[in-house]
């Protein structure tokens, strides 16, 4: 969505009406300032330049999926490349990472461990549950892209580029 506020100022009244929705973490870029905000706390983040990763868990959450994209991310950003531009398709694949964390590395968060395990990849894939989109945004000075790929139970579903 386009809009002439601000980050900050869309986000005040949208806290007002954040609890009509299931929880979500929602990133908005004004041009000027990226903000994170975590509907189920209510907590609005001012983001720093860099590199980072959102999840379901509230931002800076230190699970192992979390580390491991951002990781991956530090790799693809830093390996040499006759491109400056990143390539989103690339970007977009690291989305699809579907190794489970090792035991150790699991969080406890409370729920059984073959369902942690289940949950600990950066694509998740369960008969019940899993990932339904991937979203990679790239903004420029001259405008923004938007790459998303979607997924139902069976697999991928399509493909969808924009241009902002």
Avoid: C
């Amino acid at each position: 969505m386009q809009s002439d506020s601000s980050a900050a100022h869309f986000l005040e009244r949208l806290q007002a009406r954040a609890g009509a929705y299931n929880p979500f973490n929602l990133l908005l870029f004004d041009g000027a300032a990226l903000l994170g905000f975590e509907s189920h706390s209510g907590r609005t983040l001012a983001l720093a330049p860099g590199i980072g990763a959102v999840s379901n868990a509230g931002f800076n959450t230190p699970w192992p999926k979390l580390r491991r994209l951002t990781q991956a991310l530090h790799a693809h950003t830093s390996a040499p490349n006759p491109n400056p531009e990143p390539d989103p398709e690339q970007l977009l694949a690291l989305l699809e990472h579907r190794a489970p964390a090792p035991d150790a590395k699991l969080p406890a968060t409370g729920i059984p461990l073959a369902l942690e395990r289940a949950l600990s990849p950066v694509f998740i894939q369960t008969p019940d549950y899993g990932t339904r989109a991937s979203s990679v945004v790239l903004v420029r000075a001259q405008g923004a892209e938007i790459l998303e790929k979607t997924f139902d139970a069976q697999g991928a579903t399509g493909q969808r580029r924009l241009e902002i």
